[in-house]
């Protein structure tokens, strides 16, 4: 562009004193002549790498997930095939599951016979609790029976008492003295024997545990102990589930496999210094580096233009989506040292600038690592910022050649 510009001005120079000979050619005129461009340039240049600023370091960078297992064991398939796009949800690889598997069946077989015990202590509860409600029963009819029998008793002894009077004076019958006086004995027996059943079932009903029969409170510990047996064994069936659906390893998000090493007949483990492959996500991010100075005019939101080594030729489109205003250098980490400044001062580093690819060029596929150029336009002095446009379309264009004679 510089080139194009400096042409343009030698030709107006040779038209206006070699051609039409407007003004004289001399040692004055020569002297302006040559420092006009110079200090044109120069300004142009300067005030391009403000409101226009470009770096040659724009990079293309991508998530890396570790693939690591979360079960150990041998791997019986490998369906992945390296460096070729995976969706999300297919199959990596496959560990062998027949461990895995007997674990469950012994844990939903454990899980079973809790559930069988479980369902007999609600069993015992039921008949506990029934056997509760008949003693009650029992009790209220032998409390009754004594609260029936005792006024008879009452009433048999007065009339005993009352015959004894009569018999003494001569006035009353002997025989139904003694009449009364059987009937009394009949009577006590029978009142005996309902206080003594009474006392039986009152002793049968005396355990109490928090307000509730011994038998029944057993059963009702006897139940919660079984239902937290079960659900342990629930709890362990899933685990034992989880275990087994981690033997099939899917791939995290759409992307590509690198470097796939892994073959069936490898042995896996849960470690994370041992990853199983490494997987490149689809998704990437563009991170421009920018010296500090440069970035006193970009806001978030102005265009950009990345011209990458990978499309030579082809202007990406974009926009900057923020800037990290944060690098190592502005960090002092906890240490009992003192920090080193070295002989010589560390030079000032570099801010990254994040960039968001335009829609007509978000499918382009763009390599991790790629790396190229890139301009930003500000809202100032629009109207020079074509000189950059110009400058970063020709230097996408010289990506084409490759200087090597081999």
Do not use: C
Request: glycine share 6%; proline share 5%; no cysteine.
């Amino acid at each position: 562009m510089d080139l194009l510009l400096l042409g343009i001005y030698a030709f107006f120079v040779w038209l206006i004193f070699i051609k039409f000979k407007w003004l004289p050619w001399n040692t004055t005129s020569q002297v302006i002549v040559v420092i006009i461009p110079i200090v044109a340039l120069t300004a142009m240049i300067l005030t391009l790498n403000v409101v226009a600023p470009s770096s040659n370091d724009v990079r293309v960078i991508k998530y890396v997930v570790q693939i690591i297992p979360q079960v150990r064991g041998r791997v019986t398939d490998v369906p992945v095939e390296p460096n070729r796009l995976v969706k999300k949800g297919e199959l990596l690889f496959r560990i062998d599951p027949t461990p895995y598997q007997n674990d469950l069946n012994i844990a939903k077989a454990q899980l079973a016979v809790d559930e069988s015990k479980l369902a007999q202590a609600g069993a015992n509860l039921a008949d506990a609790s029934a056997g509760a409600r008949v003693l009650g029963e029992q009790l209220k009819s032998a409390s009754a029976q004594v609260s029936a029998l005792q006024p008879r008793v009452d009433l048999a002894r007065l009339r005993v008492k009352q015959n004894r009077e009569l018999v003494s004076t001569g006035a009353g019958d002997k025989f139904a003295l003694e009449q009364a006086e059987a009937n009394v004995i009949e009577l006590d027996a029978q009142l005996a024997t309902a206080t003594a059943n009474e006392a039986q079932v009152t002793q049968k009903l005396s355990g109490q545990v928090n307000g509730e029969q011994a038998s029944v409170a057993s059963a009702r510990a006897q139940i919660a102990t079984a239902k937290a047996q079960v659900d342990a064994s629930r709890v362990q069936v899933a685990n034992k589930q989880w275990d087994l659906d981690q033997t099939s390893v899917y791939a995290p998000a759409n992307g590509y496999a690198i470097n796939v090493q892994l073959r069936p007949g490898s042995f896996v483990a849960a470690l994370p210094i041992t990853p199983a492959m490494s997987f490149v996500e689809e998704t990437y991010q563009l991170i421009a580096l920018y010296y500090q100075n440069e970035l006193i005019a970009v806001e978030p939101g102005n265009e950009a233009e990345i011209a990458l080594l990978t499309h030579p030729g082809r202007i990406i489109k974009a926009k900057v989506d923020s800037i990290v205003w944060a690098q190592g250098q502005g960090q002092v980490p906890q240490s009992g040292v003192l920090p080193q400044t070295g002989v010589f001062p560390v030079a000032p580093g570099r801010f990254p600038v994040k960039l968001d690819v335009a829609d007509q060029d978000r499918d382009l596929f763009l390599a991790a690592g790629a790396n190229g150029d890139v301009a930003i336009y500000t809202n100032h002095a629009v109207a020079i910022q074509i000189l950059r446009k110009v400058l970063i379309r020709v230097g996408s264009i010289t990506n084409y050649i490759i200087p090597k004679l081999h």
